[in-house]
């Protein structure tokens, strides 16, 4: 059964600061996703990751991928509030087309 | 930009009531997906379906759910007899093809009472 793991599942930190969120899956998968929620509101895909070594950023967040050792992580470089929200990775493997999701990382960014 | 669109965006039944929650994915996608979320927690797959017919379900997507494409553009989920563990978030996606990016709706939030 493919796993998704994400840490932490909280964290609160203040604005200016860097942090790292994980994201660990128990199968082999080319392919992760990264998504964005709000509270209340749907899903917005931030990062599509479809090779080993890939590396994206977009603004103040990086996403990598290391299919070896199974971990993506999500890069935030000086938070700023309006980053404050849940952040998602989810993995789909070669073997079905459904994303199995990490249980989010609760993002909250103080002034 | 295109976009998923979801319809209702909530949705209050009684128990045992039969929902039809209606997505339009996007016009050049070829597969279709809905999930669940129930307030706080994880995202769950529920079915995905392409060429007309279910691809992958779930253990959740029981004989309770049943999804249709009635037209060219309509996505639905058919709850045919909900239950109070039935209330969440229903979101409709839709990708290009497998493997890819997945769009989401807005949602639908189901509530049975």
């Known amino acids: 059964e493919l796993k998704v793991e994400q840490n932490p599942l909280f964290l609160s930190m203040q604005e200016g600061k860097n942090y790292t969120i994980y994201c660990n899956y128990s199968?082999?998968?080319?392919?992760l996703y990264w998504y964005r929620q709000d509270p209340g509101k749907s899903l917005e895909s931030l990062f599509v990751?479809?090779?080993n070594g890939a590396v994206k950023q977009e603004g103040r967040l990086m996403a990598s991928l290391d299919t070896k050792a199974r971990l993506s992580t999500l890069h935030i470089t000086a938070a700023v509030h309006d980053l404050s929200a849940t952040y998602f990775c989810?993995?789909?493997?070669?073997?079905?087309?459904?994303?199995?999701w990490g249980a989010g990382t609760k993002l909250i960014i103080k002034p | 930009e295109p976009e998923v669109t979801q319809t209702p965006s909530h949705q209050v039944t009684q128990m045992g009531q039969e929902v039809i929650l209606r997505c339009v994915p996007i016009?050049?996608?070829?597969?279709f997906y809905w999930y669940r979320q129930i307030l706080g927690q994880k995202v769950e797959f529920l079915v995905s379906?392409?060429?007309?017919?279910?691809?992958?379900k779930s253990e959740i997507f029981d004989d309770q759910f049943s999804v249709e494409r009635p037209d060219g553009s309509n996505f639905t989920l058919k709850i045919r007899s909900t239950k109070l563990e039935d209330s969440a978030m229903y979101f409709c996606?839709?990708?290009?093809?497998?493997?890819?990016?997945?769009?989401f709706g807005p949602g639908t939030r189901l509530t049975v009472l």
């Open positions: 996606a839709s990708s290009l093809n497998a493997y890819n990016e997945q769009f």
């Open positions: 016009s050049n996608h070829l597969y």
């Open positions: 379906f392409y060429n007309n017919e279910i691809s992958e």
């Open positions: 199968t082999t998968s080319d392919r």
């Open positions: 990751l479809l090779s």
């Open positions: 989810a993995v789909d493997t070669d073997s079905n087309y459904q994303l199995i």
